[in-house]
């Protein structure tokens, strides 16, 4: 809020905080709301009134000196809230909350808030902006605007990048003046102008319309607009992913000034921000406000707020000067020269002061401005007292820059002393400001002393990157085992480089090395692979069974070796292979498992190599497992294998319990229980013989149901075809006799006729059909008759 001339700031947090905050950022005043999220604060043109709303549903409208209001709770979350401008005027008591529906409340005479539905049906409302009477808002199909005044919704804009998940990429709103609203969403800006219609088109149309007079792409995903004069200044959120990363980077957010033109925009200025953890922010997670009439900005990231203005005359001298408007820029200096000076006097006293170089250095960027000569030789001063870390992060390192010696300068003074400070210099500043390989030769020469420092290894990685010697980057990641390396990898396309790194790779991280290395397999060929593996068959086989669960065909040349590699390093998946392997050889596969002792697996290959008894013979003395040899006997489905197993458990009462509960459905139990010799004893007969004859007598009675439900179709479908049978059927003049060929019908209708109709629709005169066979009272029909019995059976039927 701008009012009364006193900037203060409205802020919400996460945990239903409202805090009241000055320009320097010093707490005022704080409100307890809720427990949870504030979602939107939304403060009139006088800064005396506020609303908040909570992800809770509450929602609140009060004074800020009084607390006299209305508060609300609501059973759904309340997205968002906005007042009326003049809300602290009697007669403009209004304001408008948005969650699954847009509301808005007036107050009466009677001092009662009446509510009424303006929009409902799309969704969520995500933002909304009042400006004058005009009240625009958002939600996940677009931007409306509803007037006051007249009561209209007057225009409905449609989002662009339906692509992006609208609560990831939220739309953004600005009222630029009364009547131009500008809206941006994911990548897209529209500037809308409302306008007035002429009242001879007025019709039953709204009195007021939208033109959208300027549509442009920006570079980056917008999370925050605001006008600047005829400008617009942009928050982006920048992001770069590419199909090779594993996942997207996340850079700092830009803060530019862009003009719109009328086929795209132009980009006055950019500045990049630095605020905390922007490496793990959204774009969701960034809002742009501004204090109109102060041209003062405001960025709030999730741990930071940045304030941003307009450059002071200093940056105007600079600007003339640089366009070459020497007369203008002098007329300007002289006017702040004297202002200039006494910058340049604090500079040299607080250089001659302990404690205050930061301070000097800072100045230097005000004092200095754009003249390398004078940053030459404060950046030697600096040095002669000791303090060229205090100026390191205010040089130039823009379009105007020092000399490659001076940064390299600085890097060497760091490099002395603080590995921490140097690491972060060389990820701030741009590689071209210094001679890259006399940077790289000085942390070789450290390294010698201390050649396993993380921090000196992790920055030397990051020259080589610079430098575009990827391979050595990638000797240093893999040696530090660093989660970079992957995505430096497939950013670079550095696969040649790593032929002969693949077993670093795997001891690294196996399974993102054998994906990686399986997804470019048209890089690293699969033989090349193996080769590298050969001496290490614990990775090989990793790598190999994540490729034969890929496709089990591309591979089968190593099904051979795959079978002593499952066999000596992963057991539990050895049954499976051999299973769904077609390339397997079996004999091969066979002497390994009985080398081994492999009782399962030998079954499974006996039996599939067609030595059922031999299989079944396994199961039942070294497995003595009847469950398994019964369960194998039903898969293989052979009365043999079942008369074998009959016979290797007659003389083991328990095989014969497992028989008698499990045989009842596969063989009859009459032949098992013959071959029983008297006076054994077996355990739990009883059960099992009631069990027998449970079963018997549950097959007798699916079998008389079987039987009634036959019965019953057949009676259903036989009264069905006598219904059809009984059916007319047509007969006019087209039909012909299929015995003479000529019409069925005379043309005398009212002489005595007689016609034979079969049921194939053949159709005949009553002398022309032949004699009936040998069953009385019963005609076929003599076509489909000689169709169904051969050539000729006609005329036989007829001799007959």
């Known amino acids: 809020s701008n009012s009364h001339e006193i900037i203060f700031l409205a802020l919400g947090t996460h945990f239903g905080k409202v805090y009241l905050l000055d320009i320097q950022g010093n707490v005022t005043q704080k409100f307890e709301i809720s427990p949870v999220k504030i979602n939107q604060i939304s403060l009139d043109e006088s800064g005396d009134h506020v609303g908040i709303c909570s992800e809770d549903g509450k929602v609140q409208v009060f004074g800020l000196y009084t607390r006299e209001g209305f508060h609300e709770n609501f059973d759904c979350p309340i997205k968002v809230v906005a007042l009326h401008p003049q809300f602290s005027k009697s007669n403009n008591k209004q304001f408008v909350t948005g969650g699954n529906k847009l509301l808005l409340y007036e107050r009466n005479w009677l001092n009662r808030w009446k509510t009424s539905v303006l929009h409902e049906g799309e969704g969520n409302i995500t933002n909304v902006k009042w400006r004058a009477n005009l009240i625009a808002w958002a939600n996940n199909v677009g931007v409306k605007i509803y007037d006051i005044s007249s009561k209209q919704r007057i225009t409905n804009v449609l989002r662009d990048n339906t692509n992006l998940r609208p609560d990831m990429y939220p739309c953004s709103l600005c009222w630029k003046d009364n009547t131009t609203l500008i809206i941006g969403w994911g990548s897209s800006v529209k500037i809308c102008v409302v306008k007035e219609r002429d009242p001879t088109e007025m019709r039953d149309l709204p009195s007021r319309y939208v033109e959208i007079v300027s549509a442009f792409e920006t570079e980056f995903f917008i999370s925050g607009l605001a006008p600047l004069a005829d400008q617009l200044v942009t928050l982006y959120y920048v992001k770069d992913s590419s199909e090779h990363m594993e996942e997207e980077f996340r850079t700092r957010p830009r803060l530019d000034i862009i003009q719109s033109l009328p086929e795209g925009c132009e980009e006055i200025s950019s500045d990049a921000l630095t ?22 900005f405001y960025i709030i990231s999730p741990k930071d707020i940045v304030v941003a203005k307009e450059r002071d005359q200093d940056d105007h001298i600079d600007w003339l000067l640089e366009k070459k408007k020497y007369e203008e820029a002098l007329m300007a200096a002289e006017i702040s020269f004297r202002n200039i000076k006494r910058h340049d006097l604090v500079l ?10 930061d301070a000097a250095a800072r100045k230097c960027q005000k004092v200095l401005g754009k003249n390398m000569d ?55 500043w741009p590689g071209e400001l210094y001679n890259n390989m006399a940077i790289v030769q000085a942390v070789n020469e450290h390294l010698k002393k201390d050649p396993t420092n993380s921090m000196l290894l992790t920055t030397l990685a990051e020259l080589y990157t610079y430098d575009q010697r990827y391979d050595r980057a990638l000797e240093i990641y893999l040696k530090l085992r660093h989660k970079d390396v992957y995505q430096l990898i497939h950013k670079h396309n550095l696969f040649s480089a790593i032929k002969d790194k693949i077993v670093l790779l795997m001891d690294f991280d196996k ?33 190999l069974h994540k490729l034969f669960k890929r496709d089990h065909h591309k591979g089968q040349k190593y099904h051979e070796r795959q079978i002593s590699l499952y066999a000596e390093y992963d057991r539990p998946n050895l049954l499976p292979f051999l299973r769904e392997s077609m390339h397997c050889p079996l004999e091969k596969a066979l002497e390994i498992c009985q080398q081994r002792h492999f009782v399962e697996e030998t079954v499974f290959l006996l039996s599939r190599m067609g030595n059922c008894r031999r299989a079944l013979q396994m199961i039942m003395e070294e497995l003595a497992d009847v469950d398994k040899a019964i369960e194998f006997a039903k898969e293989q489905d052979d009365r043999e294998l079942w008369d074998d197993l009959i016979s290797y458990s007659i003389d083991k009462p328990p095989f014969i319990t497992g028989l008698l509960n499990n045989i009842g459905t596969h063989v009859d139990p009459i032949l098992l229980i013959h071959r029983i010799k008297e006076g054994m004893e077996i355990p739990n007969l009883r059960d099992s013989l009631v069990k027998i004859l449970q079963d018997y007598n549950l097959q007798i009675l699916l079998r008389e149901g079987c039987k009634k439900i036959l019965v019953a179709d057949s009676l259903s479908l036989l009264q069905r075809m006598h219904r059809t049978q009984k059916r007319g059927v047509r007969v006019d003049e087209e039909n012909i006799c299929e015995s003479c060929h000529t019409p ?57």
Not at 275 to 296: K, T
Not at 513 to 531: P, T
Not at 763 to 791: D, T, W
Request: net charge negative; proline share 5%; glycine share 6%.
């Open 374 to 428: 004078l940053w030459e030789n404060e950046v030697y001063r600096f040095k002669t007292i000791g303090q060229l870390k205090a100026i390191s992060q205010y040089l130039p390192r823009g379009d105007l820059r020092l000399r490659p010696a001076i940064y390299e300068m600085i890097l060497h003074e760091f490099l002395k002393t603080d590995y921490e400070g140097f690491a972060t210099l060389i990820r701030e």
């Open 744 to 800: 069925i019908l005379p043309s005398d209708t009212a002489q005595a006729f007689g016609v034979v109709v079969f049921h194939c629709r053949h159709m005949f005169h009553k002398e022309c059909l032949p004699s009936p066979g040998n069953v009385p009272g019963i005609q076929y029909c003599n076509i489909c008759s000689a169709k169904r019995r051969g050539p000729g059976s006609g005329i036989l039927e007829m001799k007959k």
């Open 348 to 357: 040299d006293n607080n250089l001659d002061s302990l404690g205050d170089y």
């Open 511 to 543: 399974e993102k090395a054998v994906d990686m290395l399986l997804d470019n397999d048209d890089k690293i060929s699969m033989d090349k692979v193996v080769e590298e593996l050969k001496d290490r068959p614990e990775l090989l086989h990793v790598y």
């Open 275 to 296: 605020v905390r953890n922007f490496q793990e922010n959204q774009c969701r997670d960034y809002r742009l406000e501004h204090s109109e009439g102060e041209s003062l």
